[in-house]
C-alpha cells in the first residue's frame, strides 16, 4: 500500500481549556445610612474585578437590604489571581430618592484580594464592614459576602482555534464572556471605535446607568493586560570554550572525562510583591528604587556591630538572588544509576577517598547488575580542607565497589577544569552515562564493566539540589539538612453550655440541699470545667450560659468529649456524656449568632436514655491564635484566609554564620566541640539551618524570604548546638541553646541592607554568659511611605473579633499555653524534628513566669518613660530660681506672647513636638537592636535572683529557702503597699475639698473660689494669667523657703487612711 492509499487518521479529540469563574454571591447589608430622604435607603451593589463591572437589583426603601444573588466573573489567568483585586461598592439609588438627587450616592465600599477568596466547598458567609472612600465619608454599616471560584473545562472549537491562531494580534474589545448570568441592555452598549494592534481601552466609564433592576446587569470590560518582569541571569559563568573536547587520558586507575555545560533555559517570571534588584539597588514592583549603603561601625561588647561584606559587588550588574550572603562553591555529584556491572552484592559508589554513598539496589524485577541511588553530593570547593581543585589534585575520582566483598567494579575520572558552572535559574544538568573503566591494572581484566549515569557541575548554596544534598560539612544527613517548617493552622473552638434536661439526679440528697452539677470539656490535652449549674425547680433542668474556650489545630481530627458530672458528693457521679467529632463542628468567620444544637447523653446511670444537652458551637476564624508573647509576636493575622490582606512587602534574611562559639560538648580525648545550628522564625514559617558539625566559627551563608503583613511584628532568631543527631531512636536528647535574637521589622528601613554582628547571650543560674557573635544580613523589601503601608498604623493591631468579643487575660494565657504545646508537638514530627525546647525558647514560653529580675527591669523602665516629666520639672525648678537668669527672662517674654496671643499655644506646641523630633533624627539607630542586658537587669543580677527565676512551678526548693525567698517578697509587697495607700490618700484629700469631712476646710475652700471667680470677672483673665505667671517665676529673694500655704492646707485635709484596720 502507498502512503497516498494510507487511510486517514482519525479525527483528533477536540482540546479543553480550564476556566475559572469567580462568584460573589451578595447576602444581604446591615445598618446602613439613609440617604432617600425618607429615613431609609434604596441600595444596589457594584462589583468590579479585572475590568467586569456587574451589579445587582435595587432594593426599595430599606436600611437592612436582602438580595441574595450572585454575580460571576471570568477569571483572565488563574495563576495570577492572587494579585487581582476585587471592589465592591454600594450605592443608593437616586431614581427612588425623595426629590430630584443628581447622583447616586455612596454607602460604602469594600476592597479584597485573591488571596482571601476560596473553594466553593471552603467558602462561607462573611460580613464585612463598609469602608469610606475619602476621609470625608460618613458610611456605617457591612455586608454579607460568600465569594469562591470554580474550575471549569471547556472544549474549544477547532474553526475558533484556526482563527485564533491565525489572528495573532486580538483586539480586547472582542472577548465575549458567555457564562454571564445576563446580557446589559442593548442601549448600554456603547460603541468602541476600532483600534490599532496591541492597544486596549484606557480606561472603564466612571459610572453607569442602570435602567432595569429586576435581574444584576453585567458591564463588560477588557481586563488589563498582567505585567511582568523577567529576571535576567545575575551570575558570570564561567563555562570553559572548549565545549567540545572530550578528552580519554589514562590517569592512575581509570580515564579521564570532560562534562560539557547546558543551555540557560527562560528564566521565570516575577510578579507583584517580589523585589526586582537593579545596579545595586532594591526596586518594589517598578515603583521605587533604593539605593544600598552601609552603616558606620559601631564597636561594642554587648551591642551589634557592623560587619563589612565579604564578596565583592558591582553596581553595574544586577543583584543575585542570594545577594545577603556570602556566595560558597560547592561540587555536585548526582549519582542516578548503574547498568551491566560485574556479579556482585549491593554496590555503593565511592567518591576520592573518604566519601561513599549507599548501598544501590535495583529496582523491582530489574537483575542486580543494574542499582539505582538517586544521591546527591555537595563537596565543597576551592577550600583547603576540600583537598579540590588544589595544586595537588585536579581530578575527581568516582569509582564503584562491591560493598560485601570491597571488590573494585570500576571507575571514571573527571578533570576539575572541565566541569561546568551552574547558576540559578538555569534547570538541573541532565545526567548522561560513562563507561567505567579498570585503569593500568593489569589484574582487573575482564572484572569491570557497564556503565554509570552521573552529572558533575559547580554551584553554590542556592542550587536546589543543595538542600537534600549530602554535604561535605554536614555529614549527618537525616540531622543536619536545612529544612523550612509551617506551623499548623490553629482555631478557636468555642462551646456554650447552655442547659441540660432530664438528668437522673440521685433522689437521696440532705435537706435544703441543690444538686452541684458541673460540665467538664476535655480536648485533647486541654480540660475545662464549668461552674456550678442553676436550677430550675419547675422543670428539672440545670442552666449555665457559661463560655468555654479551646485550640483546635488541623487536621481537626480530635473530638470534644463533655461529661456532666454530679459533684455533691465526695466522689463525682458520672451523669451522662457525648462525644463530638471537631471536624462537624461549624466554622464562623464573623460574631453572627450561631444555631444551638441539642445533644442525648450516653453513658450515665439511667441507661440508654440519660438526658439531653443544648450546646452552641463553633470554630473560630476571626481570632488570631497567640502562641506568642504579645510584645515580641510575628503576625497577627486571623485563622481564616479569606480575612487576609495583601503583603506590604518582603522579609529577607541572609544567616551568613556565627563567630567565637564557645565549646558545648565533649568528644573522644576530651576535646570541646560544637555542632551548631540556626532556627529563624517570622509568622508561621519556620527556617533551620544545616549543622556545621564540629565548628566553632560555622558558615552557613543560607538566605531565606518571609511576605510581611504588618510591620509591627518582630522577627526572631536562635542559635542551638545539635545533640539529636548524637542520639538513638529510644533516647532523647535536647538541643542547647546558645542565644536568641529579636528584631523588630518596624525598626528597618525600606529597601536597606543591614549587616551585623549580634552577641548570642545566654542568661544561666550561674549569671550571663556570652557564647558567642552571631552574624546577620537583614533587608526589608518595602516600598516606603505608600499609602497602604502607612495605613496599617492606624488599624487594630488584632483581628476584629478580638474587640467584638474579647478574651480575658487568664484565658488568653491559658490558651497561648496549649497553642504553644500543640505548635511543638507539630514540629516534632518533622524530619530532622524541632524539639519541644527549641520551639518553647523561640516562643517565649516563660515568659509569663515571676521573676524578680523582670519586676526590676519593668520598674527601670517605668522610671525611664516618666524621665521627660522629672527633666521638666526640674527644667522649671530651675527656671523659678533663676539658675540662668538670661534664660529666665526669656521664658518670661514668651510667657508673655502666649498669654496675649493665646491662639498660638496649640501651634506652639506642635512645632515644638517637630523640632525635637528633628533634633533627635541625628540619635537614630543606626543598626536594628539586638537584646539589651542593661534594660534586662542582667549585669548586675543577683545569684539568688537568677535560681529563684530558673526554680520550677510548683517549687522544688528546700522550704527554709522558699521561705526565705516568702519573706523577701513579703518586704517588697509592703513597699508597693505603701506607695499604694500613699496615691490613694492625695486623692481622697482632693475628694475632701467638697465633701464636707473638714467643715472648716470646705468652707475655706469655698470662700476662696468665691472671690476667685469675683476677681476673674472683674480682672481681665491676660492680666490675671500674667499676674499668675510672673508671681509663680518671682526671683528668690521674693520667696520664702518654708513651703506655700496652697500645699499646707492641702496636706492638712483629712483622708480615708484613719478608718483602716
Known amino acids: 500500500m502507498t502512503p497516498d492509499q494510507q487511510p486517514p487518521p482519525p479525527p483528533p479529540q477536540p482540546p479543553s481549556k480550564p476556566l475559572r469563574k469567580l462568584v460573589v454571591e451578595v447576602a444581604d447589608a446591615r445598618d446602613l445610612l439613609p440617604k432617600d430622604g425618607l429615613g431609609s435607603s434604596s441600595a444596589y451593589v457594584v462589583a468590579d474585578f479585572d475590568g467586569q463591572k456587574k451589579r445587582t437589583s435595587t432594593i426599595s426603601r430599606t436600611l437592612n437590604p436582602v438580595w441574595n444573588e450572585s454575580l460571576e466573573f471570568v477569571v483572565a489567568d488563574p495563576n495570577t489571581m492572587e494579585y487581582e483585586e476585587l471592589e465592591i461598592e454600594v450605592f443608593n439609588d437616586k431614581r427612588m430618592s425623595n426629590g430630584s438627587a ?314 576539575l577544569s572541565d566541569v561546568p558552572v551552574r547558576d540559578p535559574p538555569d534547570s538541573p544538568l541532565a545526567p548522561q552515562w560513562y563507561r567505567l573503566e579498570g585503569g593500568d591494572d593489569p589484574s582487573l581484566g575482564g572484572k569491570v564493566s557497564g556503565d554509570i549515569q552521573l552529572s558533575v557541575w559547580i554551584g553554590t548554596q542556592a542550587d536546589d539540589a543543595f538542600p537534600e544534598s549530602w554535604s561535605s560539612d554536614a555529614p549527618y544527613v537525616s540531622h543536619t539538612r536545612s ?112 444555631k444551638p444544637r441539642w445533644l442525648p447523653l450516653e453513658g450515665g446511670p439511667g441507661g440508654a436514655y440519660c438526658g439531653r444537652i443544648n450546646l452552641r458551637m463553633c470554630l473560630e476564624g476571626g481570632y488570631h491564635v497567640l502562641d506568642e508573647a504579645a510584645h515580641v509576636c510575628s503576625d497577627f493575622r486571623p485563622t481564616a484566609t479569606q480575612l487576609w490582606k495583601p503583603a506590604v512587602g518582603i522579609l529577607e534574611l541572609g544567616i551568613l554564620g556565627a563567630r567565637g562559639l564557645l565549646p558545648m560538648k565533649s568528644r573522644g580525648g576530651g576535646k570541646g566541640s560544637t555542632d551548631p545550628y540556626c532556627v529563624a522564625k517570622y509568622g508561621k514559617k519556620w527556617v ?80 550571663l554568659k556570652k557564647m558567642g557573635e552571631i552574624e546577620l544580613a537583614v533587608r526589608f523589601a518595602c516600598p516606603s511611605l505608600l499609602p497602604d503601608t502607612c495605613a496599617i498604623y492606624g488599624q487594630p493591631l488584632l483581628p476584629r473579633m478580638h474587640y467584638l468579643r474579647p478574651l480575658g487575660v487568664a484565658q488568653q494565657e491559658a490558651l497561648r499555653g496549649a497553642a504553644t504545646k500543640m505548635v511543638a508537638a507539630w514540629l516534632a514530627r518533622s524530619e530532622p524534628p524541632l524539639g519541644a525546647e527549641v520551639v518553647r525558647y523561640m516562643l517565649d514560653a516563660d515568659s509569663h513566669t515571676w521573676s524578680m529580675r523582670k519586676s526590676k527591669a519593668n520598674w527601670f523602665r517605668i522610671v525611664g518613660v516618666l524621665a521627660w516629666a522629672v527633666g521638666l520639672a526640674k527644667w522649671l525648678d530651675n527656671i523659678r530660681r533663676w539658675r540662668n537668669p538670661v534664660t529666665t527672662v526669656l521664658v518670661h517674654l514668651l510667657y508673655l506672647v502666649l498669654v496675649w496671643y493665646p491662639d498660638l499655644i496649640v501651634p506652639t506646641g506642635f512645632l515644638y513636638v517637630c523640632l525635637i523630633g528633628t533634633w533627635y533624627y541625628r540619635f537614630r539607630p543606626k543598626t536594628p537592636a539586638g537584646m539589651d542586658i542593661r534594660l534586662s537587669q542582667a549585669e548586675t543580677v543577683d545569684p539568688e535572683d537568677l535560681d529563684e527565676e530558673f526554680d520550677t512551678f510548683p517549687s522544688s526548693r528546700p522550704p527554709d529557702l522558699i521561705r526565705a525567698r516568702y519573706d523577701r517578697l513579703r518586704m517588697l509587697a509592703a513597699r508597693v503597699q505603701t506607695v499604694l495607700g500613699d496615691f490613694a490618700t492625695q486623692g481622697e484629700r482632693v475628694q475632701a475639698l467638697v465633701s464636707w469631712r473638714d467643715p472648716r476646710a470646705t468652707k475655706l475652700f469655698i470662700g476662696v473660689c468665691l472671690m476667685i471667680t469675683v476677681v476673674l470677672y472683674v480682672v481681665p483673665p491676660k492680666m490675671a494669667a500674667v499676674a499668675l505667671g510672673f508671681y509663680f517665676l518671682r526671683h528668690p529673694m521674693f520667696r520664702e523657703p518654708m513651703p506655700p500655704a496652697s500645699l499646707n492646707f492641702f496636706r492638712r485635709l483629712p483622708s480615708l487612711s484613719d478608718r483602716l484596720m
Open 102 to 415: 443628581r447622583k447616586n450616592h455612596f454607602l460604602g465600599r469594600v476592597k479584597l484580594y485573591g488571596t482571601q477568596f476560596a473553594r466553593k466547598e471552603d467558602a462561607g458567609l462573611i460580613y464585612f464592614q463598609l469602608e469610606k472612600k475619602s476621609v470625608f465619608s460618613w458610611i456605617r454599616g457591612e455586608i454579607g459576602l460568600r465569594i469562591y471560584y470554580s474550575d471549569e473545562f471547556l472544549e474549544i472549537d477547532q474553526d475558533q482555534q484556526q482563527k485564533n491562531m491565525a489572528d495573532n494580534n486580538p483586539q480586547p474589545s472582542e472577548k465575549v464572556f458567555s457564562d454571564a448570568p445576563s446580557q446589559p441592555p442593548p442601549e448600554l452598549r456603547k460603541p468602541e471605535p476600532p483600534l490599532p494592534p496591541q492597544e486596549a481601552p484606557v480606561s472603564a466609564p466612571a459610572e453607569v446607568t442602570m435602567e432595569k433592576f429586576h435581574q444584576p446587569i453585567t458591564v463588560e470590560e477588557a481586563p488589563p493586560p498582567v505585567t511582568t518582569v523577567q529576571m535576567e541571569n545575575h551570575h558570570h559563568h564561567h563555562h570553559h570554550d572548549d565545549q567540545n573536547q572530550n578528552q580519554y587520558h589514562q590517569h592512575q586507575k581509570f580515564g579521564i572525562h570532560s562534562v560539557n555545560p547546558e543551555q540557560h533555559p527562560p528564566h521565570p517570571e516575577m510578579r507583584r510583591m517580589q523585589v526586582g534588584r537593579d545596579g545595586g539597588g532594591v526596586q518594589i514592583g517598578g515603583n521605587e528604587r533604593v539605593r544600598v549603603l552601609k552603616r558606620p561601625e559601631n564597636n561594642g561588647d554587648y551591642s551589634p556591630r557592623v560587619i563589612p561584606r565579604r564578596f565583592p559587588t558591582n553596581d553595574s550588574e544586577r543583584i543575585p538572588a542570594y545577594d545577603l550572603v556570602e556566595p560558597m562553591q560547592y561540587l555536585f555529584i548526582r549519582i542516578v544509576k548503574a547498568r551491566g556491572l560485574s556479579p556482585n552484592e549491593s554496590p555503593y559508589v565511592r567518591i576520592g577517598n573518604s566519601v561513599r554513598s549507599k548501598p544501590g539496589m535495583p529496582k523491582p524485577g530489574e537483575p542486580s547488575s543494574n542499582p539505582e541511588w538517586h544521591q546527591v553530593f555537595a563537596l565543597a570547593y576551592n577550600k583547603p580542607e576540600s583537598g579540590l581543585n588544589s595544586s595537588n589534585d585536579t581530578t575527581l575520582e568516582i569509582s564503584v565497589w562491591d560493598s560485601q566483598s570491597e571488590s573494585f567494579l570500576g571507575g571514571v575520572c573527571f578533570d
Open 483 to 594: 529544612k523550612v517548617y509551617q506551623s499548623p493552622k490553629l482555631w478557636y473552638l468555642r462551646v456554650t453550655i447552655m442547659e441540660a434536661q432530664d438528668l437522673e439526679i440521685a433522689a437521696n440528697l440532705p435537706p435544703l440541699t441543690a444538686p452541684d452539677v458541673r460540665v467538664k470539656a476535655q480536648l485533647g490535652f486541654q480540660s475545662v470545667r464549668t461552674r456550678r449549674g442553676v436550677m430550675n425547680n419547675r422543670t428539672a433542668s440545670f442552666y449555665w450560659n457559661e463560655d468555654l474556650v479551646f485550640v483546635a489545630g488541623e487536621p481537626l481530627e480530635d473530638s470534644l468529649i463533655l461529661l456532666l458530672e454530679d459533684r455533691t458528693g465526695p466522689d463525682p457521679v458520672l451523669l451522662g456524656h457525648v462525644l463530638i467529632p471537631v471536624g462537624a463542628i461549624e466554622q464562623r468567620l464573623d460574631e453572627r449568632q450561631v
Open 688 to 767: 533551620r539551618t544545616r549543622t556545621i558539625t564540629d565548628s566553632f566559627d560555622p558558615r552557613w551563608n543560607e538566605q531565606y524570604t518571609w511576605q510581611v503583613y504588618d510591620p509591627c511584628t518582630v522577627l526572631t532568631i536562635g542559635v542551638f548546638d545539635n545533640w539529636r543527631m548524637f542520639a538513638d531512636m529510644a533516647e532523647e536528647k535536647p538541643d542547647f541553646r546558645i542565644g536568641k535574637v529579636r528584631i523588630r521589622v518596624s525598626t528597618l528601613e525600606s529597601n536597606k541592607v543591614y549587616t551585623n554582628s549580634y552577641p548570642l547571650l545566654v542568661l544561666q543560674r550561674t549569671g
